[in-house]
């Protein structure tokens, strides 16, 4: 099958599988879309050129990487469901020289785009959907980690976005996993080759060529920078320039690029990119981890990731693109950094074959010549070879050309080897002073110090400060507490340390009255101060609404202690109306006075009171100035006023103290006698006009 071959069109592979069209084409292998015949479902087929096909050891290691990738199941991981090999003579390869196997491999069909269709459409991400893409990916890598496999090449085009049943929202997918292989082993690769993508290796893949997790880890966390920021953070005309700054510099804060991400989430990205692997989360799943963390501690909610706008469009079925190795890697020389290919490019780890047309593009796929590499050409030893190189043949010299240039040429060829040895040697020399500690420094003790003379002693320690308060009950503000990391810890040249600066006492917010108390509390609490409530505390107010604020204490702008609390006073609402005064008013006066005030009178009983007449209200039940209840009960005076009998006669005194309810007792002669007509009163007791009990007895004397 060459790379114009349409042969396998129509053609089913192992009697089961369907090839129908064509879905991309790496160096090695090309993806059809297919269909299961047997379970009537659509399927990507890698199929495996047939060139190497027939190579025995090429399907071994194929085969190797079905069962590894085979090994995850997992809904953020493409999954592969088959692998096999296709041949006239049956399932075994063909012999060399035949050419007719094939081995393929059927996976997942995703129908969509990839992580880079998205930004290409959309430019740098949202915060909220960068998150809620590196979470899958995250998801994704644990699940291998846990397995004991490493991906190897975690970049925007081996993350899939397709499209999740009728919603519009997108399902985030891993895919070529064909690099995996089982950590154990991580070690035993090739010192001669480097596995991966450059824009994407992490440094052990450019000094030792060996990965493991954290590698992972380093290229997730380039990922994210990338989704923040619309750029990857090492750019370069060539590759080498690329890998070496892997090695050499430290990855910037997105927020240098796109102001406004929070510096969690910078801290974040410089974690996961750190260029020490034990300085990085130990693996996918801790990384995920401190992402979930920091999206709780910003409050930041998933968001819908959305299908690329061009796989919407056009309806494209996206699969990872295929390299030009079985192992979807770039591979390069690892003794030789020089020999690493263009930025995003990819060549076999084999001696390279006869070239063919690649994909244009910083992202194809091309097998590196040695002159590509940037490796010095081979000096030329023979007339023809350097004629092959361009140059003309050299004249034969004559006696005295020969006498005149021999010693000139010679002196500067030694010259020139006397330069490269130099160069050489320093170079040398330099590595290993910066691999054996030429690029750590020590953490200065800067707790103590003002901002300014800590930021000072950072940078002249070679390292980057950045800045983060807090409070303090004792460390004056504007002084530095610690830093982060802490003094006397060895980090790399140019790392950043957070210098944690005291930002004073906590003291008692300002909470105005009538702020709802779940305010009132969080504002406390973000003082670093304890709320309480105290039902003692709470009062009337007609100012304040029932249910809010009404008073702190301590007083707002109280210097406090971490820790303090703070007592919250609820406002009861506007005070209760006092029962009225309505002692001495009629029954009829009282009640409409009660009325008017809101209460609800009735008359509880009568009783006696020398000063207050008969009729007229003695005392309420509450009585007047109390609150709280809504029935008032009303006592009236049952007291009886003795009239005046004083000169009348006898019989028009006794019937006058009768109907004011109260007994004569006659003193004289006459009662005695029989004659009250005759008989007048000239002497009472009670006097007239004292008030007293009903019933009560009046005496009174007579004459005669």
């Known amino acids: 099958m060459t790379r114009t071959d349409t042969s396998l069109i129509g053609a089913l592979l192992d009697r089961r599988y369907r090839v129908d069209s064509l879905l ?10 297919g269909v299961d015949t047997r379970l009537d479902r659509p399927v990507a087929i890698k199929v495996m050129d047939r060139q190497f096909a027939d190579d025995r050891s090429f399907v071994e290691r194929f085969e190797r990487e079905a069962r590894s990738a085979a090994r995850l199941h997992h809904p953020h991981v493409v999954a592969v469901h088959d692998q096999g090999v296709d041949s006239p003579g049956g399932s075994e390869p063909a012999p060399d020289g035949e050419g007719s196997s094939r081995a393929f491999l059927i996976m997942e069909l995703v129908d969509g785009g990839t992580l880079r ?26 699940a291998a980690h846990a397995a004991g496999l490493v991906h190897r090449d ?97 990855v910037p804060a997105p927020s240098t690029v796109r102001p406004g ?37 910003l409050g930041i909610e998933p968001v819908p990731v959305p299908v690329p706008a061009a796989a919407e469009a056009q309806t494209v079925t996206a699969v990872p693109a295929m390299p030009a190795d ?6 390069t020389p690892a003794v030789a950094p020089v020999a690493i290919p263009d930025a995003e490019r990819t060549v076999p780890a084999f001696a390279p074959v006869a070239r063919r047309p690649e994909q244009p593009g ?34 034969p010299p004559t006696k005295n050309t020969r006498s005149a240039d021999q010693p000139r040429r010679s002196n500067r060829w030694i010259a020139l080897w006397v330069v490269v040895g130099l160069l050489l040697v320093g170079g040398i020399g330099t590595g290993i002073w910066w691999f054996n500690g030429g690029r750590w420094v020590t953490v200065p003790d800067v707790a103590g110090l003002q901002e300014s003379a800590a930021e000072t002693a950072i940078r002249e320690a070679q390292l980057v400060p950045t800045i983060s308060r807090e409070r303090h009950n004792s460390a004056p503000i504007g002084t530095v507490i610690r830093s982060d990391p802490g003094t006397g810890a060895e980090v790399l040249i140019d790392e950043a340390v957070t210098l944690v600066v005291s930002a004073g006492r906590p003291t008692v917010p300002a909470v105005e009255p009538g702020t709802p108390p779940e305010q009132a509390e969080q504002a ?14 709470d009062a009337f107010s007609a100012d304040v609404p029932e249910g809010t604020v009404l008073s702190l204490s301590p007083n707002p702008g109280t210097p406090a202690n971490i820790g303090d609390s703070v007592t919250i006073g609820l406002s009861k609402g506007p005070p209760p109306t006092p029962v009225p005064d309505v002692t001495g008013q009629s029954k009829d006066d009282a009640f409409k006075a009660l009325t008017d005030a809101g209460f609800e009178p009735f008359e509880a009983g009568a009783e006696f009171s020398e000063d207050v007449p008969a009729g007229s209200v003695i005392r309420t039940d509450p009585g007047a100035g109390t609150t709280g209840e809504q029935r008032v009960g009303v006592y009236l005076s049952n007291a009886v006023e003795v009239p005046m009998v004083l000169g009348r006669s006898l019989e028009d005194a006794v019937k006058i103290l009768g109907e004011a309810g109260l007994e004569p007792d006659v003193k004289g002669g006459g009662e005695g006698r029989g004659n009250r007509r005759f008989s007048f009163v000239v002497d009472q007791d009670p006097s007239p006009g004292t008030k007293v009990k009903q019933g009560s007895k009046v005496k009174i004397r007579t004459i005669p």
Do not use: C, W
């Open 117 to 142: 269709d998205l930004m290409d459409d959309q430019g740098p991400l949202d915060l909220h959907l960068a998150l809620s893409v590196i979470e899958p990916v995250l998801a994704a890598l644990s």
């Open 326 to 331: 079985p192992e979807a890697t770039t591979v």
């Open 524 to 537: 406390i609490r973000e003082a670093q101060l304890e709320p309480r409530r105290d039902p003692n505390a």
């Open 362 to 395: 910083p992202r194809g796929t091309m097998a590196l010549s040695r002159a590509e590499a940037g490796l010095p050409p081979a000096e030329p030893t023979a007339p023809a070879q350097r004629a092959q190189q361009g140059g003309a043949p050299p004249q």
């Open 154 to 250: 975690v970049k925007p085009e081996n993350v899939l976005i397709g499209r999740s049943g009728g919603t519009g929202s997108g399902v985030v997918k891993v895919g070529d996993f064909g690099l995996v292989r089982a950590m154990a082993s991580a070690g035993t690769t090739s010192s001669s080759v480097i596995l991966g993508t450059v824009a994407y290796l992490s440094p052990e893949q450019v000094t030792t060529g060996s990965t493991g997790a954290r590698g992972d880890v380093y290229s997730a966390g380039i990922l994210l920078y990338e989704m923040l920021t619309g750029q990857a953070p090492y750019t370069g005309d060539t590759a080498i320039s690329v890998a070496y700054r892997h090695v050499n510099d430290d």
């Open 261 to 297: 991400i929070p510096p969690a989430v910078d801290s974040l990205v410089l974690r996961a990119t750190r260029r020490d692997p034990q300085s990085r989360p130990a693996d996918a799943a801790a990384f995920l981890a401190e992402v979930n963390r920091i999206r709780t501690e």
């Open 24 to 33: 991309a084409r790496g160096g090695m292998s090309a993806v059809y879309r």
